[in-house]
C-alpha cells in the first residue's frame, strides 16, 4: 500500500524501520473518483496528500470566473515533488484560507497526512524536519521557475518542454486545463499541436 511512497521517500532520506513504522502510524489512504472536488478555495488545507495513482489538478478562479489551472499532479518517472504532493502549501505551512481548488481528472489514490502529524514528526525527528525542508524548497522553486517561464519562455517553447516531460498528459487531461497551465488560449494550444503534428 505503501510501497511507492516508501521508494520516493528513500530518494532523499533513509528512515530505518523504527522511524519508518512511527511514520507510517500516521499516514492513511483515501480514494477519489474522476469529478471529485476534494478541495475549495477559501478552505484551509489541513492535509497533505501524496498521490499514489491518477490524475488531479490545482485550479483558480479568477474575478471573471474563469479557471485557470495551476498544477496537475501524477505520479511517474517524470513526477517531481510538486507533481506528487497533492497541497496548497502556503495555506498548509500558514493554516490560512486556500486560493486554489483541487478536483480529480482521472480515479485516484491518496496517502495522507494531516498538519499536526506532520508538526509531530518534524518536532521529534530530525529526518522529518529535514523531509519538510526539501518539501518548502520544492514548493518555492516550482513557484519561482513557473513565473520566470511565463515571463521569459515564449508559448512555443512551454508547450514543447511540457510534450518533451510529459506527453502522455495530451490524452488524459482536458484541453482547456492544459492551455490555461502554459498560459495560452485553447486555440494556440490546437495550433501549436497542429504544427507540431501531436
Not at 62 to 90: P, R, S
Not at 124 to 145: P, T
Not at 179 to 186: D, V, W
Amino acid at each position: 500500500m505503501y510501497k511507492k511512497y516508501k521508494e520516493f521517500i528513500d530518494q532523499y532520506i533513509s528512515f530505518n524501520i523504527i522511524e519508518w513504522t512511527l511514520l507510517k502510524s500516521k499516514l492513511k489512504t483515501l480514494d477519489y473518483k474522476k469529478g471529485e472536488i476534494i478541495h475549495y478555495a477559501g478552505d484551509i488545507c489541513s492535509t497533505l496528500m501524496f498521490i499514489n495513482s491518477g490524475i488531479a489538478r490545482a485550479y483558480i478562479i479568477d474575478d471573471e470566473g474563469k479557471d485557470h489551472t495551476w498544477a496537475i499532479y501524477f505520479n511517474d518517472k517524470n513526477a517531481k515533488i510538486t507533481n506528487l504532493y497533492v497541497v496548497d502549501y502556503d495555506s498548509f505551512i500558514h493554516k490560512t484560507e486556500s486560493h486554489i481548488s483541487i478536483e480529480i481528472l482521472e480515479d485516484a489514490e491518496f496517502i495522507t497526512v494531516t498538519y499536526d502529524d506532520i508538526q509531530f514528526l518534524y518536532n521529534h525527528k530530525k529526518k522529518g524536519e529535514r523531509f519538510g525542508r526539501l518539501m518548502s524548497e520544492a514548493a518555492y522553486s516550482y513557484v519561482h521557475n513557473y513565473i520566470i517561464d511565463r515571463r521569459t519562455k515564449s508559448a512555443t517553447q512551454r508547450f514543447e518542454e511540457f510534450m518533451e516531460k510529459t506527453p502522455y498528459l495530451l490524452d488524459k487531461v482536458p484541453q482547456y486545463h492544459i492551455a490555461t497551465l502554459l498560459g495560452i488560449t485553447p486555440q494556440s494550444l490546437s495550433r501549436l499541436k497542429k504544427n507540431k503534428k501531436y
